[in-house]
């Protein structure tokens, strides 16, 4: 139930199909409770004890895939050594298994020699090189346990072409199947890379070749395994790069071969088939790879700054038992990032609030005192791994941006972001929250109380810098009035249209919003002058933009997240000047492509 003072205009009625961070606050503070939604699984069968919260680890793909000066002497990708690999256990077991760090995982080359070339069994399965790991792959997995941490490994999706041995292979433990049997006949390609044959889970031999990989994984000791290339998704599509079979064959077989193994799938994955993600795997890559393939291990435009435009669709999927991996976190090692201490902090901030797993592919033994600091700030691992929702924007994806998160004590999580190449003011508005008044205000990077804040809290930011606050509200719930964008009151033009909407709060929206559509809303009545932060509830399957004004004012061009496909809703506030008396706030797609607009609404109080 809204609070009484909340009020539509006609036919705005609510459906209760959409629940923002102030709708939330008003239901709290109405009815004197903490309420909160908790983020959950679609399927319950999966396991969801091994990924209850988010992974934290490191990953030796960052500087395997590194030029930096002396990681890989011996040629790319020779970092990837039994003897590192051990190195960066020791060093994690003494500096970060306490504050939760926990999986050491081997990523790609593992079987391959230092030109590439394969090692396989005789039945087809990966097989360690000799010299890059000469004492095995159950060994290392060994050493790892001893430090009291879990051990990871990688494969690709399908049959390596090199395995397939003119399919004459046997597989293990599955009677007379061949490579023969596990493939199409056409020898048709999959993966990200076209490296392996498409496995056809019409034969029964095929899940079985699965299954003796799972098992080896399994015997060798392994808890954690990365499968990569898998699509949709990984730059491929159509069926012949669908992967939703392999992913829940391995689900299967993970479950048959008696030891739990996370299930981690990677790359850029399909949004469409998050459910599928979902049901078969504990994580999955939302995006393309972090490391810049540079003389550092990333950089801040290749493609750290990607994921603030890409983790707010995906942000409702995250959950107990699976979570939006957004890529390894390589903050610790200063010089060797390739960042800024602004732009460390914020790629930090960024991965702890969206719930990603915390993995990071520095060198342990070469952490500067800062990259210490960020990798071990215990407030902001707690709001990790914590029962905390992942955070998406409450502004729009412009270059400053607010992000927040209620937490389940009614404290609100609120992340400041500049993301532009110059210094510049970032606001947080309590409206946008869904309050007024008095808050108090924690910085958790710094560990300090900053004290009470009325109405909002501004910080002065340097080009690509962040602040990480917990906001702990003291005031009223604000009192709203609302406005559908399909009443008969509202003026469309050009292409704008109303359209059905199942998730809309009226059952319809406004779309068609491009090439000069415009949508103006009527009649928006205010009491007195002001700046007011208008909600605005809308749909996007992909950022889009729209250029928002009042009373035929100047406009200023707004992006609108994601909200990861057009059946859902989510909303941003926008702060938009309005008189005292009756307005108009006009959404004009200009030349592009502008979101559909359910409705807004406006605070009675500026």
């Avoid at 709708?23 to 309420?35: D, E, H, I, R």
């Avoid at 599955?174 to 056809?200: E, F, Q």
């Avoid at 299930?263 to 972090?290: F, M, P, Q």
């Avoid at 199942?502 to 007195?528: E, T």
Wanted: glycine content about 10%.
């Amino acid at each position: 139930m809204r609070s009484s003072s909340y009020s539509v205009m006609p036919g705005a009625v609510r459906s209760g199909r959409r629940t923002t961070l102030r709708a939330l606050f008003v239901l709290a503070f109405s009815a004197g409770v903490v309420t909160t939604v908790p983020a959950a699984r679609a399927d319950t069968t999966t396991p969801a004890a091994l990924a209850a919260k988010p992974y934290m680890g490191w990953s030796s793909w960052s500087m395997q895939s590194s030029k930096y000066p002396g990681l890989n002497p011996d040629g790319d990708y020779s970092y990837l050594t039994e003897a590192n690999v051990l190195k960066q256990t020791d060093a994690m077991a003494s500096k970060l298994k306490k504050y939760g760090y926990e999986y050491i995982n081997i990523d790609a080359g593992w079987w391959r020699d230092r030109t590439w070339k394969p090692e396989f069994d005789a039945n087809a399965r990966q097989k360690a090189d000799p010299d890059r790991f000469p004492h095995g792959m159950k060994s290392v997995a060994d050493h790892i346990h001893a430090k009291g941490l879990k051990a990871g490994i990688y494969l690709p999706a399908g049959l390596e072409k090199e395995a397939y041995g003119e399919g004459k292979t046997p597989i293990a433990n599955a009677g007379d199947c061949t490579t023969a049997d596990i493939v199409y006949s056409d020898l048709r390609t999959t993966n990200g890379w076209d490296s392996a044959y498409k496995l056809d889970f019409s034969k029964p031999c095929a899940q079985k070749y699965v299954g003796s990989q799972a098992q080896l994984v399994a015997d060798w000791g392994y808890d954690f395994l990365k499968l990569d290339g898998v699509g949709p998704g990984s730059g491929k599509s159509g069926d012949q790069y669908d992967n939703v079979a392999d992913v829940a064959a391995w689900n299967k077989a993970i479950a048959a071969a008696g030891r739990p193994v996370h299930l981690e799938i990677s790359w850029s994955l399909d949004i469409g088939h998050a459910a599928d993600w979902k049901k078969y795997s504990n994580g999955w890559r939302i995006d393309t790879d972090v490391e810049c393939y540079c003389n550092t291990l990333v950089s801040w435009e290749n493609s750290v700054d990607d994921r603030w435009d890409d983790a707010p669709g995906w942000t409702r999927h995250a959950g107990p038992g699976g979570w939006n991996d957004l890529d390894s976190l390589d903050v610790g090692n200063g010089e060797m990032d390739g960042l800024t201490k602004a732009e460390r902090q914020s790629y930090a901030t960024l991965w702890a609030i969206a719930k990603s797993p915390l993995y990071t592919g520095d060198d342990l033994t070469e952490l500067d005192s800062y990259g210490v600091s960020l990798l071990t700030n215990r407030e902001v691992i707690a709001l990790n791994q914590g029962s905390t929702p992942p955070a998406r924007p409450v502004t729009p994806s412009d270059p400053q941006q607010v992000w927040a998160a209620k937490n389940a004590n009614g404290s609100y999580t609120v992340a400041l972001f500049n993301l532009s190449d110059a210094p510049a003011s970032v606001t947080a508005d309590w409206t946008s929250l869904g309050f007024t008044g008095r808050a108090g205000v924690r910085d958790l990077w710094n560990h300090e109380n900053l004290g009470t804040y009325k109405n909002k809290v501004t910080q002065a930011l340097p080009a690509h810098g962040s602040r990480l606050f917990t906001v702990t509200p003291n005031g009223a719930a604000v009192t709203w009035k609302g406005y559908e964008a399909e009443a008969p009151a509202n003026t469309l033009s050009g292409n704008a249209s109303v359209a059905d909407c199942g998730a809309c709060s009226g059952d319809h929206k406004v779309g068609n919003l491009y090439g000069g559509g415009k949508l103006r809303f009527n009649d928006i009545d205010v009491d007195k002058a002001g700046t007011y932060m208008v909600e605005v509830a809308y749909i996007s399957g992909d950022a889009r933009s729209a250029d928002v004004s009042a009373n035929g004012n100047g406009a200023t061009r707004h992006k609108f997240p994601s909200t990861g496909d057009w059946g859902s809703v989510e909303t941003v506030s926008v702060p938009v000047t309005l008189k005292a008396g009756t307005n108009t706030i006009t959404f004009d797609s200009g030349s592009g492509y502008a979101p559909d607009i359910d409705r807004i609404d406006v605070p009675k109080s500026s």
